[in-house]
């Protein structure tokens, strides 16, 4: 089968190979994206005269049928097909002959896979705010629920000052704020046409750059052509950060479930048929779930100088190592969703135990309380944290376990409807309805 840019010289068979690599299958990822573009960009082609409206009509109809067999998996890159792209130009000139011979006009792969790639980018950006939104949400329900219930405090693994199942819950729920704050920025980044930039220079066709980012729901342009072409790359390195900001409150929350589902802290449970076995020891109850997705979580702290590594001194223009960034970046994506998903299902089970610090080896997390106590009455700060810490060290230290943190964030007073309301402001400004508008009427109308 010959490519798109070849003349007369077949490429060796080892040479393209190596050079192809998996991208074969990644674009099938980027399918039914790739019929989005090529439907906006021949509606543009149409307004310049590069299609006349017989010719147009065919494309669009044609293309919309492709659309519908991605979206019905009936859709593969046939052996011997180079990519995605050749592939769905392939199917329209079998089925409409010289029409679909037209369709790239005006572009090149470089900027087409640039637009696939925003398009599959900006879809797979909206499922992860969708499952970061659900798991937010429970824990904020669940931050409410157990907020009467106290736990210990640490600082340096060392028992420390008395904490909520209320904080901790809502802890993670206000971290996932800062962690989609980081999101936005990328999702704004990428929700930018590239469309029009060609091989990185532009055209000599009057192309309308406006329309087909209207059609395609952007929300502006990347005007200067050479930059278009010098996002590649940096956009993924810029999602990657914000999708390891994500994996990285995960991870730490991993970590927090694994030690309290050990004997040595028994602060919460899971049902048997959550948790795994040992082939020798009959009591175990392993937290596979949460260590696999603290694995996971973990790995992906490097994706960020993974893609950055494969980018860096790179001049402007385009490279072809950048299609490795899909190997890095597409799996990615997979990953986190499904410990976005475990985590709200591992959760929606958790069972917590009442009373934990009525252990006496809890005592001296009262510490602080009885120094602040002694504080309110009069005593001077350090005259009571003096009489305080030698009632520890003589053994005399017994403390009013009645907790009473008042203040904003603390024990008694969680903010969790203003931690809410600060999460809904950063989901409205994704702003998604404007881009499922823009693709429901490109394949519909």
């Known amino acids: 089968m010959s490519k798109l840019w070849q003349k007369t010289t077949n490429v060796d068979e080892l040479v393209e190979s190596f050079t192809v690599g998996r991208d074969r299958e990644f674009d099938r990822q980027m399918a039914a994206f790739d019929v989005l573009g090529s439907l906006a960009h021949t509606q543009m082609l149409q307004t310049i005269g590069l299609l006349n409206d017989d010719d147009l009509q065919l494309v669009q109809r044609e293309l919309k049928s492709i659309y519908r067999d991605i979206e019905n998996n009936n859709f593969e890159i046939e052996a011997g097909v180079e990519d995605v792209h050749s592939q769905v130009e392939l199917l329209l000139t079998r089925r409409i002959g010289d029409a679909g011979k037209k369709i790239h006009s005006g572009r090149s792969r470089n900027d087409q896979v640039l637009v696939d790639l925003k398009l599959f980018f900006r879809h797979e950006l909206q499922q992860v705010v969708n499952e970061v939104q659900q798991l937010f949400t429970l824990l904020i329900s669940l931050s409410e629920k157990y907020k009467q219930v106290l736990l210990p405090g640490y600082t340096h693994l060392q028992v420390a000052m008395p904490s909520s199942f209320g904080l901790w819950f809502g802890a993670y729920a206000e971290s996932l704020i800062d962690d989609l704050e980081l999101l936005l920025a990328a999702y704004k980044i990428t929700n930018k046409n590239p469309l029009g930039s060609a091989a990185g220079y532009g ?15 952007f929300e502006s342009l990347n005007y200067n052509v050479v930059y278009a072409q010098m996002g590649r790359g940096k956009t993924e390195r810029i999602i990657a950060q914000a999708l390891s900001s994500i994996a990285a409150t995960l991870g730490k929350m991993a970590m927090d479930q694994c030690l309290y589902l050990s004997q040595n802290f028994t602060f919460v449970s899971y049902a048997e048929n959550l948790t795994t076995g040992s082939s020798i020891m009959p009591h175990k109850k392993n937290p596979d779930v949460w260590e696999i997705m603290r694995g996971k979580c973990n790995r992906m702290q490097a994706l960020p100088n993974d893609i950055a590594m494969m980018t860096s001194n790179l001049p402007s ?10 190997e890095l970046l597409f799996p990615a994506f997979t990953e986190l969703k499904s410990c976005l998903h475990m985590a709200n299902f591992m959760l929606q089970h958790v069972e917590v135990k009442n009373n934990i610090l009525e252990d006496p080896k809890y005592a001296y997390l009262f510490s602080v309380e009885e120094v ?5 009455e009069g005593v001077p700060f350090r005259d009571a944290y003096k009489q305080v810490g030698l009632a520890i060290e003589q053994g005399n230290f017994n403390p009013d376990k009645e907790v009473h943190h008042t203040h904003e964030g603390s024990i008694g007073n969680l903010c969790n409807e203003q931690i809410t309301t600060a999460m809904n402001s950063v989901l409205q400004q994704f702003n998604f309805d404007k881009t499922e508008v823009a693709i429901s009427k490109l394949v519909t109308e």
């Open 203 to 217: 055209s000599s066709f009057p192309l309308n750059r406006t329309l087909t980012t209207q059609l395609l729901g």
């Open 317 to 326: 223009g385009y490279h072809r190592e950048m299609q490795l960034l899909k």
């Open 372 to 376: 602040n106590r002694q504080v309110l």
